[in-house]
């Protein structure tokens, strides 16, 4: 049987956003696969470390709820990235302070009804896995990481995506889809 701390160690590796939790130094104790794949390609954003030190500074004065009343987010479209991303602060006060950070990109993926285009090009669930974040501009090397396969294996996907939606590369699969997105009833 599995403990604890194996199970959330897979929920964590496994979630389609990135989790980072900052301490008291502003330094990142803890990131899951999702916040490794965003640091690679992204600087996370200064405002992120200027809202811990508020927030820390916040609980040493016992204030925290005075000013922090709800919840605290942060809406930014990044340096070299077509997206907008939010950042969701969750504050935990035992057994230290610290900061937990959830990391989500608006992506076009959440914009398609990939269970309709499984559904209709009788995709199987690891090929719309591969689709969702082709459309979402990763690469094969970072489909493989988050998905934990090779990047053969995501070449042969995407060579069974291409033939089942008749698509020639990514740029007329994405093109499709984005059409295909758009049309009544679908």
């Avoid at 990514?170 to 009544?184: E, G």
Wanted: hydrophobic share 40%.
């Amino acid at each position: 049987m599995k403990s604890m701390d194996d199970i959330k160690a897979l929920i964590l590796d496994k979630m389609p956003l990135g989790v980072i939790v900052i301490d008291r130094k502003l330094d990142i104790i803890f990131g899951n696969r999702r916040s490794e794949l965003f640091l690679k390609h992204y600087k996370l954003p200064d405002e992120i470390k200027s809202i811990c030190r508020r927030i820390f500074d916040a609980i040493s004065a016992s204030k925290l709820h005075e000013v922090f009343p709800g919840d605290i987010n942060l809406f930014k479209r990044l340096e070299g990235s077509s997206s907008h991303w939010l950042f969701r602060f969750y504050i935990g006060k035992e057994p230290v302070p610290f900061v937990t950070v959830f990391i989500m990109e608006e992506s076009l993926s959440n914009k398609i009804d990939l269970n309709k285009i499984r559904s209709q090009f009788r995709l199987t669930r690891r090929e719309a896995d591969v689709l969702g974040h082709v459309i979402n501009g990763l690469k094969n090397s970072d489909i493989a990481h988050i998905l934990e396969i090779s990047e053969q294996t995501v070449k042969d996907h995407l060579s069974n995506i291409y033939i089942k939606l008749g698509a020639d590369n990514r740029v007329t699969l994405v093109s499709f889809l984005l059409n295909y997105a758009q049309l009544p009833n679908v």
